[in-house]
Every structure is written in C-alpha cells, then in structure tokens.
C-alpha cells in the first residue's frame, strides 16, 4: 500500500498507507497551503490494516486490531473519506463482533503547520514569524489558527458527536451494541480570513460531497464529444487524461467564473502560463471551452509595467500566480512572476488555433491583449533587439525561462552551462507561428492589413535565420539554443520536437531532425529523452537531461506527423501509450526516467514526478489529433 492522492480544484490530500497523514510532505492542502500536517486515527489497541482502496473522489480503508494469531479481534475499523472543495469529510464506522455490549475510544491526532508549499518543496528554510494558536469550540470542535499580520489561515475540525479534545488529539467514547456498529463523522474545514464556520452547523455528508464532486467531473467530460478512437490503448489514456483534468481545474486569479489547468500535484496546482497554455492546446479541438478559460484568465494578470523582482514588462503573458504566506509577503516572488520567454508567444498561438476551432469571439474580445503581446515579443522579448525572444540567467527567481527551467538543462553537448541572454529553439517556432496567426487574425478579425504585413514579413525573416543560425550542419540537428554570445548551444534536445510542431524549419531539414529523434538515443521505448543518451550531461534520472516528459513526447509526435513523418510519430506514440498502461489508472505522470525499454519491464518511475499533471493529462489528447485519432 503506498500514497494516495485526491483532487478537487485547488484543494487537494495526499496520504501515506492506512490514508495516515503523518510524514513528509502528506497533508491537506488548499491554496499552496497545508491545513493538515497530521491526520492519523487510532484506538487503544494498535491497528493493522486489511484493506485499502482509491478511487479519484473518495478512499476507503477497513482495519482491525492486531491481535495473535490465534485471537480473532473485537471489532472492525471502517473509514470513508472524500474530499470537497476546501475540506475532508470522514465516516468513520466501529463494528463489534462481540455477543455483548463493549466500548471503544476512537482518535484523531491532528496538527496543521500551515506550511507554505515552497517551504516544503525545497531544502531552504524561511522565516515565519506569525502566531499559532488552537482553541476548543463547542462538542470538542477544534479551530487552528496561523496569524500574521493581515494573513490569516485556519483549520476547522467538527464531527457529528461530543468529542474530547486533549491537546492535539480528538476522542469519542463510542458503545457498541452485540454484533452492531455506531459511527460518526467528522468534518475538517480550510479556509482564511475572518469567516470561520458557524461552530453550531454539523459536517457535511460524505455521499453529498463524493456525488458534488463527480457531478462536476462530468459537467466537464460531457460538454464535448471525445472522437471514436479505435486503438484501445489510446482511448484509453485519453479517458483517464480527461478525468484528471477535470479535477485540475481551479478558479482564475480575479476570475471566479474561469476554471483553468492547474498545472499539477503537489507544487503546482495554480495558474501557469506555459502549463496551461500547452494543456489547452493539446485538448483542442475537443475542450475549446478550456482555451477559451486559459486565454481570459491570462489576459486578465498580462504584464503592465517593468518590475525587475517578478520579470513583468509590459504585454507579457504570466509563469504562475500563487497565494502562499511567502509569495504573499515578498519572501519569494512568485506570487505574480513573469519570469517565462514562451507564454506569451503560446499565448497567441493558443488564440490563432482557438479560433480556427470556435470562431473570431475570442479573438475579438481580446485584441488588445493580443497586441499587447506581439508588443512585448517585439521589444522585451527581444525580436528587435537580438532577432529572436532571449531571456537572462540573471534576474529574479528562475535561471532558465523555457520550459526545461532546472539550473542545468541548457548546455552544451560537452556539458559546458549556457549563460544569457539565451535564445532557445523552441520559443522561436512558437514565436513563428504566433506571427503568422496573429497576422491571419489581425487580418481577417481587426481588418488591419498594414499590422499583418509587418507580422508576416518578420515570420519569414525569423523562419530565414533560424534555418541558418541553429542548423548543426554535422548533426542533421538542431541547436538547442544560441548563448549570450550567439554561440549554438550544441547539445541535442528533444526541445527539436517543439520546432517542428511549430513548422519553422523547411520539410527537408525538419525530416532530417525527426529521423534523429526517432533513432535509439532519444527514443527510449517509453518515449523521447529529453537528452539524447549518447551526450555528456545525459543522465537518466535528471529531471530536464535524460528524462521522459510525456507532453514533451506528444508534442514532439505531432511534430514528426506535421513533417510528414507519420511511421515514426506512430512508433514513438506507441511506446508512450505503453508506458500508461503500466501506471495506475493509465495516468500518464509529469515525468519518468530515461532508462531504455529493453532495461527495464516497465518505466522506472522518476522519484519526484507530480501526479497528476495537467500536460501530462491532455498528451493522449494531443496525439489523438496528430494522428488522427487511429
């Protein structure tokens, strides 16, 4: 038996065995903060479990006292918990299997450390200077409570009987009639502010928050039609994609009526620029709607002025917006942080392919976001200035600003660091389509012709350049990127599948890199590599240099089909589509290990990979439609 987790927006749990919050980073979480750091029911007697069983809303575990063999035990412990939006609900059942009347203490320790994510995620520690406090309420009903200045958390535990509390433990002395059960339930609420709950309401009903939550799941999967997919293991991955993400929508920042791709569980459960962009893309055409949600709710924290501490400049599209305690007093600044050189070409991208799928509403309500962005591509992002977007590995926050944004992940085939200003080659195919996009709409929705000429002349003259300037003549590659001091950065990266889903590269050249990224180096069986295993920083338990990154495999299959390549976009699609049928429930994680097919019997797990993962969700999604749905 190992962890669980549940999802439900930006509320989510994650339990060890015997669904135990007790160690490491297990607890209840609800907006990057911890409300539950230990969640642990006992009796007098110690407890073994004899079974344990998930399912996306909900998790149910039966145990009895350990007694010897020879003994039969007393009773049987049943818990049932789900989870809602901001709070867990537990049923707990005791079942005598005794002839006569018998008592039993059952307990919860609890805690709540109101933890901010990024104190958790990492090995730094922060300065915390707020004040703790628990207070008992009404029937044993305990209110935890983290003060700091005008922030304030708190956890609300209440159940459906008199409790005692003592210290961090919560008890009910229940009777047990002979062969009967008595049960209670108990209710843990999260929130902030000054609105804690009425003390005198009781919790919620469990089966009322299991059916809320699986009636919203299938709001989502049934507004759209998924196609008739005849390979098995596809459709396959595709349902269990869907289902993910419909627990991975969460509220926009400013925009209760938006519902957008957290990019994931643990750390990531927010609005992300570039996770939520590329989500949105590989579930059209079949969830526009999500698109439609991403491009307004990301229009809605564009860029407005030049901040050097959060990298925002003006027109540029958002990295993450968080509402933790450190990002809520500067302590990180990544609670609005700008700091990403393709969200906001992916950003037009998203709102060109939008519209060839729903129509110019979309486009029209959001012109000046658009402009905007092109604004910022042309001037911040650095079009004018170097002839490409470039970001530095100087400012605030994150070294790199791609998608592979670990310390180490741009180098050179040598293992030699890139340093910036740096050109990666993925933001340069996304730029080139932007332009392109941007120039269609521009034409065709704003009627301002003079605006597309001056968008298509500089995509020709990107797609030119970059033909010439990234082109590893002895590699039939191309560069990962172009450093500080336009050197090719020369190590071979599956960064390459990316350029040729953005159709930068002319059909010849673009053959040649997907006849590259289908040999063996790359192509580990399970998927691509995100460094081909014959360089010399590859390794196959690094996080961006070695590894398999599901949304990185899918995007690079529908790459090698738009470059005609379908043999090779097939073979690739299968291996990954492999690998999901050796995970539970056929979910496809962030990220697995590099290690080769004929290595293992299955994908060895990366040890640190979030599950689920918006991109990795929506990757069947994507080669569905690169495919053709076969």
């Known amino acids: 038996m190992t962890a669980h987790t549940l999802v439900r927006g930006t509320t989510f749990l994650i339990t060890g065995p015997a669904a135990v919050?007790?160690?490491?980073?297990?607890?209840?979480?609800?907006?990057?903060?911890?409300?539950?750091?230990?969640?642990?029911?006992?009796?007098?007697?110690?407890?073994?479990?004899?079974?344990?069983?998930?399912?996306?809303?909900?998790?149910?575990?039966?145990?009895?006292?350990?007694?010897p063999r020879n003994e039969d035990p007393a009773y049987s412990v049943f818990r049932d918990h789900a989870?809602?939006?901001?709070?867990?609900?537990?049923?707990?059942?005791?079942?005598?299997?005794?002839?006569?009347?018998?008592?039993?203490?059952?307990?919860?320790?609890?805690?709540?450390?109101?933890?901010?994510?990024?104190?958790?995620?990492?090995?730094?520690?922060?300065?915390?200077?707020?004040?703790?406090?628990?207070?008992?309420?009404?029937?044993?009903?305990v209110l935890l409570a983290y003060e700091r200045a005008d922030y304030r958390k708190w956890t609300f535990v209440r159940s459906s009987a008199p409790a005692v509390c003592t210290g961090d433990r919560i008890s009910w002395t229940l009777t047990l009639p002979p062969h009967g059960e008595t049960s209670l339930r108990v209710e843990?609420?999260?929130?902030?502010?000054?609105?804690?709950?009425?003390?005198?309401?009781?919790?919620?009903?469990?089966?009322?928050?299991?059916?809320?939550?699986?009636?919203?799941?299938?709001?989502?999967l049934g507004t759209t039609g998924v196609p008739e997919i005849a390979w098995p293991e596809l459709r396959t991955a595709v349902a269990a994609g869907l289902a993910d993400l419909a627990d991975l929508r969460v509220p926009a920042p400013g925009r209760s009526d938006l519902r957008v791709p957290g990019a994931g569980v643990p750390w990531f459960l927010t609005l992300f620029g570039?996770?939520?962009?590329?989500?949105?893309?590989?579930?059209?055409?079949?969830?526009?709607?999500?698109?439609?949600?991403?491009?307004?709710?990301?229009?809605?924290?564009?860029?407005?002025?030049?901040?050097?501490?959060?990298?925002?400049?003006?027109?540029?599209?958002?990295?993450?917006?968080?509402?933790?305690?450190?990002?809520?007093?500067?302590?990180?600044?990544?609670?609005?942080?700008?700091?990403?050189?393709?969200?906001?070409?992916?950003?037009?991208?998203?709102?060109?392919?939008?519209?060839?799928v729903a129509g110019d509403g979309v486009a029209i309500e959001l012109e000046d976001?658009?402009?905007?962005?092109?604004?910022?591509?042309?001037?911040?992002?650095?079009?004018?200035?170097?002839?490409?977007?470039?970001?530095?590995?100087?400012?605030?926050?994150?070294?790199?600003?791609?998608?592979?944004?670990?310390?180490?992940?741009?180098?050179?085939?040598?293992?030699?660091?890139?340093?910036?200003?740096?050109?990666?080659?993925?933001?340069?195919?996304?730029?080139?389509?932007?332009?392109?996009?941007?120039?269609?709409?521009?034409?065709?929705v704003w009627q301002d012709a003079p605006f597309a000429d001056r968008l298509l002349t500089r995509a020709a003259q990107l797609r030119t350049d970059f033909a010439d300037d990234f082109w590893l003549p002895g590699e039939d590659f191309v560069a990962l990127a172009l450093d500080g001091r336009r050197r090719k950065v020369d190590a071979l990266a599956s960064n390459a599948g990316h350029v040729l889903w953005s159709d930068i590269l002319p059909t010849g050249l673009a053959q040649q890199v997907g006849h590259r990224l289908g040999a063996p180096e790359f192509f580990s069986g399970w998927g691509l590599r995100t460094l081909a295993a014959d360089q010399v920083p590859y390794h196959p338990v690094s996080y961006h240099n070695g590894s398999v990154w599901p949304h990185d495999t899918a995007i690079a299959v529908a790459g090698l089909a738009r470059a005609g390549l379908t043999a090779e976009a097939t073979r690739i699609a299968e291996g990954l589509l492999a690998a999901a049928t050796h995970q539970?429930?056929?979910?496809?994680?962030?990220?697995?290990?590099?290690?080769?097919?004929?290595?293992?019997?299955?994908?060895?797990?990366?040890?640190?990979s979030a599950s689920p993962q918006a991109w990795a969700a929506a990757a069947p999604l994507l080669i569905a439609t690169a495919l053709g749905s076969p």
């Open 21 to 67: 919050v007790a160690a490491g980073t297990e607890g209840l979480y609800v907006d990057d903060t911890r409300h539950l750091s230990r969640w642990e029911l006992s009796t007098e007697a110690s407890l073994r479990v004899l079974s344990e069983e998930h399912d996306r809303h909900s998790a149910s575990v039966i145990l009895t006292p350990a007694t």
């Open 188 to 220: 843990v609420v999260a929130g902030e502010g000054d609105r804690i709950p009425d003390p005198g309401a009781r919790p919620a009903v469990l089966a009322d928050v299991v059916r809320e939550a699986q009636a919203d799941s299938q709001e989502f």
């Open 369 to 444: 976001a658009a402009r905007a962005a092109v604004g910022w591509m042309f001037d911040h992002g650095g079009l004018d200035e170097h002839g490409y977007l470039v970001y530095r590995t100087d400012g605030a926050g994150l070294v790199h600003q791609c998608w592979k944004d670990s310390a180490r992940s741009i180098c050179f085939a040598d293992g030699e660091l890139a340093e910036g200003p740096i050109a990666v080659c993925e933001a340069q195919g996304y730029a080139y389509e932007a332009l392109l996009s941007t120039a269609e709409i521009a034409r065709e």
């Open 83 to 141: 989870l809602g939006t901001g709070t867990l609900v537990e049923d707990v059942r005791v079942r005598s299997h005794l002839a006569v009347p018998s008592e039993v203490t059952v307990s919860f320790r609890f805690a709540a450390d109101f933890a901010d994510q990024f104190e958790l995620r990492g090995t730094r520690k922060y300065d915390r200077p707020g004040k703790y406090s628990a207070s008992n309420r009404a029937n044993g009903d």
């Open 584 to 608: 539970p429930g056929n979910r496809l994680p962030e990220v697995m290990t590099g290690y080769a097919r004929g290595e293992t019997p299955h994908p060895v797990p990366y040890p640190h």
């Open 274 to 356: 570039r996770d939520s962009l590329i989500t949105s893309l590989s579930t059209l055409p079949y969830r526009p709607e999500l698109a439609a949600a991403t491009l307004r709710a990301l229009a809605a924290v564009q860029g407005t002025t030049v901040d050097p501490e959060r990298v925002e400049e003006p027109g540029k599209i958002v990295h993450e917006v968080r509402r933790g305690e450190l990002s809520r007093f500067g302590q990180t600044p990544y609670g609005q942080y700008y700091g990403t050189v393709d969200a906001t070409p992916l950003f037009l991208v998203l709102l060109g392919r939008h519209r060839g």
